[in-house]
């Protein structure tokens, strides 16, 4: 477990595919999401709420949804490789238990 000062982004790697608008569904293009990430990020995320370019949402980019998972925390659990497949929704809730919080699952492909 790795824990930071300030909120940062976990990225899937080489697994993105797109990002898309939490409340109407449409693809958010790569540039308007780049331009909010450099506009967002002062040392560490804050995650201001923006409005999205497709139907005038309000959402910040941790809510936004990402193809494959990505997200943003102030921690980090990692397991490289641990050739077990896909993390089993009970286990997720166990951690999440043992942890107090909810968890965001992200497979990072390298």
């Known amino acids: 477990m790795q824990v930071y ?3 940062q982004f976990f990225d899937c790697g080489g697994n993105f595919e797109r990002v898309v608008c ?3 569904g449409s693809e958010i293009q790569n540039q308007w999401w780049q331009d909010r990430m450099k ?3 002062a ?18 980019l941790h809510e936004v949804v990402y ?11 990692e397991a490289m490789n641990p050739n077990m497949g896909k993390l ?6 166990d951690l999440e238990k043992i ?11 390298i």
Do not use: N
Request: with cysteine; glycine share 10%; net charge negative.
């Open 5 to 7: 000062e300030s909120v």
């Open 22 to 24: 939490p409340a109407c």
């Open 39 to 41: 506009e967002d990020f």
């Open 43 to 60: 040392g560490g995320f804050k995650l201001a709420s923006y409005v999205t370019p497709c139907c005038d949402a309000q959402c910040t």
């Open 67 to 77: 193809e494959w998972p990505q997200g943003f925390g102030r921690f980090v659990l």
């Open 88 to 93: 089993e929704g009970s286990d997720q809730q």
């Open 99 to 109: 942890l107090g919080t909810k968890l965001r699952v992200i497979y990072q492909h």
